[in-house]
Structure formats: structure tokens, C-alpha cells
């Protein structure tokens, strides 16, 4: 009877010996496949945040090279302006004296196809304020070009003659300031303050 008791303790504790192995194998699985979608869930979550870093950084890199297009445009906008309207106002002058000459106005009709071209370029790239601005400058400059060649011409509007013209290109001059101001504003300068108005005419 002892014999049998004895027995059976010693199987209980194989039973019991046995369950915890099996107990300690299974947790240590566990623990490794836990451990590995752990692993696996932190891993996603870093690339995860470094995919919106490089998007954030990419972002940033196109405004910056967005707002450089722009202010590059802007300044070829301003230089062929200032351009085509002193030969504009050189012609004139050239007309009231009498001496236009074929160099004369192919200097003019130069500089007026550079800023065409130049305009172009900039309806591409403008802000929809700049672009209004720009829109209505092309607008008076044209027509100032057209009043300008209609004296030379000899068949000047009623209020086109020399002294009417020259004052266009004061309105002109006016109109640009505040083009370059709201330009300005769009490159995130600002306007300038306390700067004087030069009419140049």
C-alpha cells in the first residue's frame, strides 16, 4: 500500500514536473512572439514618424523653392517694366523732338517683346493678387504704347499729345509702386515704409 502511494506521488510529481515545463516552454513563446510584434509595432511607428518628417521636410523645401520661382519672376517683372518704360518715355521725348529715327523704335519694340516674354513667364508663377496687379499694368502700359505711337504717327487722341502722355507715365509709375508693394507682401517683405516716389518722367 505504501509502495502504491509512493508510487503515485512520484507520477503526480512527473504529471506536475512535466505541466511546468510544458507551461514554461509555452510562455516562453509567448513572450517571444509578443516580444516580436512589439518589436514590430515600434519599428512601424518610427518609420511612420520619420515618413512625416521627410514629408514635413519636403514640404517646407517646396515652399522654399516656390517662393524663390516667385521672387525670381517678380524681379524679372520689375527690371523689364523699369525697362521697356524708359524706352517708352525715351520715344516719346524722341517724338515731341522730331528725331525719331528706325534704331528708335526698334529700341522700344525690343524692350516691349522682353517684357511680354518676361510677363509670360510671370503668369505662371504669380500669386492670383500679383497677377490681378500685373494684368492691369500690361493693360496701361499697352495703352500708353498705343497713344505714344499714335502722336508719332501724327493721328494723336484728343487728350494724346505730349504733355497728356507724360502724364500716363506718372500713373504708370504710381501704379507700379503699389504692384511692387503687393508683390512685396506676397514674398512675405512687406511694404516698404517711408519710401520716396520717384516719378522719373
Given at each position: 500500500m505504501t509502495f502504491a502511494i509512493s508510487q503515485g506521488d512520484s507520477m503526480g510529481s512527473a504529471l506536475i514536473g512535466l505541466a511546468a515545463a510544458v507551461v514554461g516552454v509555452t510562455g516562453t513563446l509567448i513572450a517571444s512572439v509578443l516580444s516580436q510584434r512589439l518589436l514590430g509595432r515600434v519599428q512601424a511607428e518610427q518609420f511612420e514618424r520619420q515618413q512625416q518628417v521627410a514629408e514635413a521636410q519636403w514640404h517646407r523645401e517646396q515652399q522654399v523653392a516656390e517662393l524663390n520661382r516667385r521672387r525670381d519672376g517678380y524681379m524679372q517683372v520689375n527690371a523689364s517694366f523699369r525697362r521697356y518704360r524708359t524706352h517708352l518715355i525715351n520715344f516719346l521725348w524722341t517724338v515731341h523732338k522730331g528725331a525719331v529715327t528706325p534704331e528708335a523704335r526698334e529700341s522700344v519694340?525690343?524692350?516691349r517683346r522682353d517684357h511680354h516674354s518676361v510677363f509670360a513667364g510671370a503668369q505662371l508663377i504669380a500669386s492670383t493678387a500679383v497677377l490681378a496687379e500685373l494684368d492691369e499694368m500690361t493693360t496701361a502700359l499697352s495703352e500708353v504704347y498705343r497713344r505714344t505711337m499714335c502722336l508719332e504717327e501724327g493721328n494723336p487722341d484728343q487728350d494724346g499729345s505730349f504733355d497728356?502722355?507724360?502724364a500716363d507715365?506718372?500713373?504708370?509709375?504710381d501704379r507700379w509702386e503699389k504692384m511692387r508693394g503687393i508683390m512685396r507682401t506676397d514674398l512675405g517683405i512687406g511694404h516698404a515704409v517711408g519710401a520716396p516716389s520717384a516719378t522719373g518722367a
Open positions: 519694340e525690343e524692350a497728356d502722355i507724360r507715365f506718372v500713373r504708370l509709375w
